[in-house]
């Protein structure tokens, strides 16, 4: 099983629906727990954290954890074309001083 | 602020010949990183570099050497480069290894003919 699993997608959503983005790890002692967003031909850039189970709103993205399923999602609440775009999931290893470990990501496409 | 800066952002390169990637941040981090993408592959850690006068293997090290050469500058390099090696490369710092937010920078989109 790889660390950080999420479907490639494309996912595609109608404008002004709910998209939702999955993603499951493997370490069980994982603590912090990040979404990057990629338009394409750009760099990531980091939209949410979650380090307690639970949900984390920011605006219209809310961030759900689940770590006894070991289970992470992000929901895009009012979904607009602009938020198409490659979402990364990404998650520290819980031992500690480690690097984060990337999913594949999920291409989003919101269709106007 | 520019954040992370790199450089080149374009390179074509023939198999055999050798690189250097420059990357830059201004943040006053602790903690840099180098990773690969490939379509289809995601992110992958090539070497990162927890605080300067330290580098660490990632999950593809091979065919690459780092130098951590202040607390400012991270630099990659590629010896004999590969088409293999063909990919976009993006540099990324922190404030501290993790758990913490990174910053990408622009990336650099290389080729080996």
């Known amino acids: 099983q790889k660390e950080v699993e999420q479907n490639s997608g494309p996912l595609s959503v109608p404008e002004g629906a709910i998209a939702s983005l999955n993603c499951t790890y493997s370490d069980r002692v994982s603590q912090s727990f990040f979404w990057y967003r990629q338009y394409s031909g750009k760099s990531p850039e980091l939209i949410m954290s979650i380090y307690s189970n639970g949900d984390k709103e920011d605006g219209r993205f809310t961030a759900q954890l689940n770590k006894a399923s070991q289970y992470v999602s992000l929901l895009i609440r009012d979904s607009q074309p602009s938020d198409s775009a490659t979402y990364l999931c990404a998650v520290n290893r819980g031992s500690g001083n480690t690097p984060l470990v990337f999913g594949k990501g999920t291409r989003l496409s919101v269709i106007a | 602020n520019a954040g992370v800066t790199q450089t080149p952002k374009f390179q074509v390169l023939k198999t055999g010949q050798s690189m250097t990637l420059q990357c830059a941040q201004d943040?006053?981090?602790?903690?840099m990183y180098w990773y690969r993408q490939d379509p289809g592959m995601g992110l992958r850690l090539i070497y990162y570099s927890a605080s300067e006068g330290t580098t660490d293997k990632g999950e593809v090290p091979n065919g690459y050497n780092v130098s951590r050469l202040n607390k400012r500058e991270f630099s990659l390099r590629l010896e004999s480069a590969a088409p293999s090696q063909t990919s976009v490369y993006f540099c990324a710092s922190s404030e501290w290894l993790a758990p913490d937010t990174q910053y990408f920078g622009p990336g650099t989109r290389l080729t080996v003919l």
């Open positions: 943040m006053n981090h602790n903690s």
